[in-house]
């Protein structure tokens, strides 16, 4: 156990529908980040948080958007699905002032279908 | 912009062997740090060894050791005495000081054989 949440493990939509996918951090970290792997893909980076502000924006689609509560837990809104958005998405979260490195959590498996 | 090349989409070896991953990277920046991420069948991403860029002692983690250029800005991961629980996909990673968009190479998948 890493210490990162992520809820649901998996999850399975059709087409046009939306979900939240849930992320709670390890104890003490400020910062969450959002990652997504598509099918044997390496990792994209979507999104940051830091103590609830957005810090950073990667690849992230219109249709998508995320936040962080004051508990420091994070849900990413994906909109609008379509088949592509079909992948892993990963939570990740770090402690500040350090680069020690992200810890991820076990994913969620998005299917559109 | 930052990037990360791993070159081996695929490498095998044999139980007990050595092998040694490849990763390079692009930056124009002096102050950064790299990692190896391990992500087997399970899905998870495991950090399995961190290298800072000031530091020209190259990181070891048990079986794990890297290979450190700077000028020629490679990153080799080698794994020694290889077990069957090393089989997964490999990451290098890239990550600027005071930055916060780690970047991630396209993975080799790695098997171990007995």
């Known amino acids: 156990d890493s210490g990162v949440t992520q809820t649901p493990k998996h999850l399975i939509t059709a087409t046009g529908q939306r979900v939240t996918l849930r992320c709670s951090p390890r104890?003490?970290?400020?910062?969450v980040y959002w990652y997504q792997q598509s099918l044997d893909q390496g990792l994209q980076f979507l999104i940051q948080?830091?103590?609830?502000?957005?810090?950073a924006k990667g690849n992230i689609l219109e249709r998508f958007s995320a936040q962080q509560f004051p508990d420091l837990h994070s849900e990413l809104n994906l909109s609008s699905l379509e088949l592509g958005d079909s992948a892993l998405y990963f939570c990740?979260?770090?402690?500040?002032?350090?680069?020690?490195?992200?810890?991820f959590g076990s994913g969620t498996r998005l299917t559109v279908v | 912009a930052q990037t990360v090349t791993q070159s081996q989409p695929e490498m095998s070896v044999q139980e007990a062997e050595t092998v040694t991953l490849s990763c390079t990277y692009d930056t124009s920046e002096n102050n950064y740090y790299l990692f190896w991420y391990k992500q087997p069948p399970s899905r998870q991403m495991i950090l399995v060894i961190r290298?800072?860029?000031?530091?020209?002692q190259n990181a070891t983690e048990n079986r794990f050791s890297v290979n450190f250029q700077k000028a020629a800005k490679s990153f080799s991961l080698k794994i020694s005495d290889s077990q069957l629980g090393d089989t997964a996909m490999y990451f290098c990673a890239f990550l600027l000081y005071n930055n916060n968009d780690m970047r991630f190479g396209a993975g080799t998948r790695l098997t171990v054989k007995p």
């Open positions: 104890s003490g970290d400020l910062s």
């Open positions: 948080y830091y103590n609830g502000e957005e810090r």
């Open positions: 290298q800072e860029a000031y530091k020209q």
């Open positions: 990740a979260s770090s402690p500040p002032g350090t680069n020690y490195g992200y810890t």
